[in-house]
């Protein structure tokens, strides 16, 4: 047989859609993969019926259908403070996966160094292997994943820095960068010349006062930033696979190569949907997405406090990470990997989740991300059963 590439070995596959097809075999509440378990809002599902008689059925313009764009860009436009130009400053792509992957291959010679926070969404690490790149760990320290300005300096003056990666919100640690943090990072990118690769998909879900800001809004940053974002959680559907990237049009433009190569585009008739759902959503349809997640937030994090199962306090995305070391303590799970517990978890409590050793470059065993994109009655059970971890504990 001949030898399989040398970059195929030096990454696993996703943990965290591993940890959904164990939660399946055993019928488990799946709090591992984040996704919504409500249907989309009924203009995206009318409007997939009206297209699955009228089409599109053939392939789109590569870089996405002229009105998709168009939809895009005046949503967007208000949030990065400028006009973005449909014609040149876009590309869609199918979901931010693929975005991502498409901006690390855009901007990364093999050999060049890419800035990632720790804990980080896994694909990252594996965006940076498969573009040839080499990843230098910034770490965003608890509880308030915090990064130390002198070590992100550090990083990225190193010789061949071509990016940092941002996740804003964050996923898994619930972090929302706050302008002064992404004023550092901007600052940083100018004094030594990269990109800032962002992967913005939460951006509608923050809590309390948490506001997000686009980083490509901060001055002189829409020239050096390329901001990747999805339909998948602001519109609940995840399964439609449509994302896209922004950014400063030559980037675009070789975005747009890469993307052809990669997928040729996005499904036609996905597009067309999408595009007339979001030419009448208004402003409500996310304003009640924000109240809702903020709703099952504080569901989610009162009953594991009533529980006494310590976890972080997210700002934004829907995701938490519960503290396990002194389940860990217990004679019974002595010397149990993160991995062992979860497996331990599905099989016991019925509930799945994600090592959290997937996220972080540190060795870490002590925390497991669950995600709270459940119908309340489903997050009610996760708690009840979830109780009979905590009893462990009394
Ligand atoms: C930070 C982050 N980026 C990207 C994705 C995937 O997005 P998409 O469905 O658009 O590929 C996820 C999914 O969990 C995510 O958490």
Known sequence: MPQ???????????VIRRMTRISDEYGAINLSQGFPDWDPPTEITDALAEVAKE?????????????????????????????????????ITCGSTEAMMTCMMTVCNPGDKVVIFSPFYENYGADTILSGAD??????????????????EAACSQPGVKALILCNPSNPCGKVFKRDELEFIASLAKKYDFYVV??????????????????????????????????????????????????????I??????????????????????CRALNVLGPDYYADLKAKYQSKRDIFLNGLDELGIEHTNPEGTYFVLIDITKFLQLDQFKGMSDMDFCEWMIKNTGVAAVPGSSFFREP???????????????????????????DLLK
């Open 198 to 251: 962002t992967d913005e998909v939460y951006e509608y879900i923050t809590f309390d006062d948490n506001e997000h800001i686009c980083v490509a809004s901060l001055p002189g940053m829409f020239e050096r930033t390329l901001t990747c974002n999805s339909l998948s959680k602001t519109y609940s559907i995840t399964g439609w696979r449509l994302g896209y990237v922004i950014g400063n049009a030559e980037a």
């Open 364 to 390: 870490i065993n002590h925390l497991v991300r669950l995600h709270f994109a459940r119908e309340d009655e489903t997050l009610y059970e996760s708690i009840r059963r979830l109780s009979k971890m905590a």
């Open 55 to 91: 089409g599109p059925h053939q392939y789109s313009i590569t870089f996405g259908a002229t009105n998709f764009r168009e939809a895009i860009c005046r949503i967007e436009s208000e949030r990065f403070g400028r006009t973005v130009d449909p014609k040149s400053e876009i590309v």
């Open 253 to 274: 433009e070789a975005a747009r190569k890469v993307h052809d190569f990669l997928t040729v585009g996005a499904a036609a008739p996905i597009q067309e949907a999408a």
């Open 4 to 14: 399989l590439s040398n970059r195929v070995m030096t990454f696993t596959d996703s």
């Open 135 to 152: 990843p230098i760990f910034v770490p965003l320290t608890p509880p308030s994943f915090t990064f130390d300005k002198a070590e992100l």
